[in-house]
């Protein structure tokens, strides 16, 4: 008894270190014995190893590509959000209103000039209601045809894009948590010419809203996209500074928050690419964030829950590169405790405990 009471005060303090001078209980992880006692399990945590920066945002990837769905309702996803603002989330953006056939409310602006199916569920009402009630900021993700622009044909993408936002604004955009816009057709070096639809559409979207922030999230040309995997060559540092300095000259005033994803280059070289993002926002007065994935691109199967080894090792890099804030894609399917995966759920306890929640 006596060799656990004195574990029990080494962990405690511990905890009362790490924490400052805030009395943190829930550092190292707990259970209960059959007795009714509470069990203090150690971490083995090395030492001095890395220290990330934390996650304040997160998409919501109910019209996704390329993940499952999870079949949510309301009470679901109200647990979910629950989930977020104990991790310390304070934003929600949803990823997309649309994609091709699959749209996330009834737009009428879509719906009476685009094949797309009559959705179930107004899911922006939803989501808002419920940024409300959690006190998040919510930030509307732009219809993605999945073919106009990709067919070169952007002024079509531009038009479609420029009704939904008088649309959404005018039926949403009295709920206290609209707080912003995402532009959300993700792009690189092979569809720069994409910067027109950022430019115009980011322009219209803060002029109706009174100049609420805009979001985009494009990626690295790196030797993780699909296009390099193929055959193609990734862009070096130099090349991606070089490009992006072009395309953000073109979107001046229209794009408030640049938040590249950091999982199509690898672990060695992600803190390189950050630093030239971070200087690139300075340059045009934008606000850097990090886009942590927050799924495995390493693995043969499409997505998983990514190691806890990995994302700290870029949630280090975007500490250290002076990242502003860190937003995950995607922390319903790969990071909350109500995930349908079981290691989602893990990855969230070991975030809790690196990060002393």
């Known amino acids: 008894m006596k060799g656990r009471r004195n574990f029990l005060k080494t962990a405690f303090a511990t905890c009362s270190l790490l924490a ?4 943190l209980t829930a550092c190292t992880p707990t259970q209960r014995t059959a007795s009714g006692e509470e069990e203090i399990f150690e971490t083995f945590a090395t030492p001095n190893a890395l220290k990330g920066m934390p996650i304040k945002a997160t998409f919501l990837d109910e019209i996704s590509w390329d993940i499952p769905h999870q079949n949510w309702g309301t009470k679901e996803w109200d647990k979910d959000f629950k989930a977020m603002k104990k991790m310390g989330i304070n934003t929600v953006v949803l990823i997309r209103a649309g ?33 409300d009630k ?3 900021a919510f930030y509307f993700g732009m219809y993605d045809s999945g073919k106009y622009w990709q067919e070169g044909l952007f002024q079509k993408e531009i038009d479609l894009n420029m009704a939904l936002i008088d649309e959404v604004w005018k039926k949403y955009g009295h709920h206290k948590s609209f707080q912003g816009w995402y532009l959300s057709q993700e792009i690189s070096r092979r569809t720069k010419n994409m910067s027109k639809i950022y430019a115009e559409v980011g322009k219209h979207a803060k002029s109706v809203s ?7 999230s ?5 030797v993780k996209t699909d296009q390099v995997m193929a055959g193609d060559k990734a862009l070096s540092v130099k090349e991606h500074e070089e490009e992006w300095d072009e395309i953000l000259d073109n979107v001046k005033g229209a794009v408030d928050i640049m938040a590249f994803q950091d999982g199509q280059v690898d672990y060695h070289e992600l803190y390189d690419y950050l630093v030239i993002n971070k200087k690139l926002a300075d340059k045009y007065n934008m606000k850097c964030w990090t886009n942590i994935e927050s799924f495995d691109r390493d693995m043969p199967i499409r997505f998983l829950p990514i190691k806890w080894e990995k994302l700290l090792l870029k949630l280090d890099a975007a500490r250290r590169a002076g990242m502003e804030n860190a937003i995950t894609f995607e922390f319903s399917h790969f990071m909350s405790p109500n995930s349908a995966y079981l290691q989602a759920g893990h990855l969230y306890e070991r975030y809790c405990e690196h990060f002393i929640l």
């Not at 994609?99 to 602006?109: D, R």
């Open 99 to 131: 994609l091709g056939k699959w749209i996330a409310s009834p737009f009428q602006c879509l719906l009476g000039k685009e094949d797309v199916y009559y959705p179930p569920v107004d899911l922006v009402e939803m989501f808002l209601t419920l940024a």
């Open 20 to 23: 400052g001078s805030k009395l």
């Open 210 to 216: 009174g100049n609420l922030t805009t979001l985009v």
């Open 218 to 222: 494009p990626y690295i040309h790196g």
């Open 134 to 136: 959690y006190d998040m």
